[in-house]
T-cell receptor, first 115, second 113 residues
């Protein structure tokens, strides 16, 4: 079974530029998550999709971050404009849901450096 | 709303001694609970999971955790620490109702020779 795919793996941009990350979840997984992990901290949930609908985006800085999941499959996360404090690893995860299995599977992440 | 608290940000143990990493959770629904390990500059690796079956869960690399509903705890233990266990450990709670997947702030485990 193929895992969660993310691209790019690394990205360096200047502040005020824009950047986009892509995620392809495990086939058939209805739930998709985006996390931000700043160095030395735990992953923070930015947004959760159930199919193509947003379940929770309470911690997404909506003035600069946006995310979409068209057709309920792959997803993109965009930052525009980027700030220095956005430097982090952005993790995508997916979950099949169901009553007995809520385990999420994680991609390798995209390491963003804003200079 | 669900949440998870990792009671220690840093734990130091000597090699060969027991490891205890503490986690308390809050959940409105029947929770699933997970422990992940993250080595420096590496991805998240699932150690073990509790999904309403046996309350004592065994994971990889000799780790285990016990779900205690009365104490709302899910502490991670290992009988004998190895140098390779030095890493960051995260406790995660997920509600069957919402499927939110919430991480704790992490515990950094240091293993002394």
């Amino acid at each position: 079974e193929a895992g969660v795919a993310q691209s790019p793996r690394y990205k360096i941009i200047e502040k005020r530029q824009s950047v986009a990350f892509w995620c392809n979840p495990i086939s058939g997984h209805a739930t998709l998550y985006w996390y931000q992990q700043i160095l030395g901290q735990g992953p923070k949930l930015l947004i959760q999709f159930q199919n193509n609908g947003v379940v929770d985006d309470s911690q997404l800085p909506k003035d600069r971050f946006s995310a979409e999941r068209l057709k309920g499959v792959d997803s993109t996360l965009k930052i525009q404009p980027a700030k220095l404090e956005d430097s982090a690893v952005y993790l995508c995860a997916s979950s099949g849901g169901g009553l007995m299995n809520t385990e999420a599977f994680f991609g390798q992440g995209t390491r963003l450096t804003v200079v | 709303a669900q949440s998870v608290t990792q009671l220690d940000s840093h734990v130091s143990v000597s090699e060969g001694t027991p490891v205890l990493l503490r986690c308390n959770y809050s959940s409105s629904y029947s929770p699933s609970l997970f422990w992940y390990v993250q080595h420096p500059n590496k991805g998240l690796q699932l150690l073990l999971k509790y999904t309403s079956a046996a309350t004592l869960v065994k994971g990889i690399n000799g780790f285990e955790a016990e779900f205690k509903k009365s104490e709302t705890s899910f502490h991670l233990t290992k009988p004998s620490a190895h140098m390779s266990d030095a890493a960051e450990y995260f406790c995660v709670v997920s509600d069957l109702g919402t499927y939110k997947y919430i991480f704790g702030t992490g515990t950094r485990l240091k293993v002394l020779a």
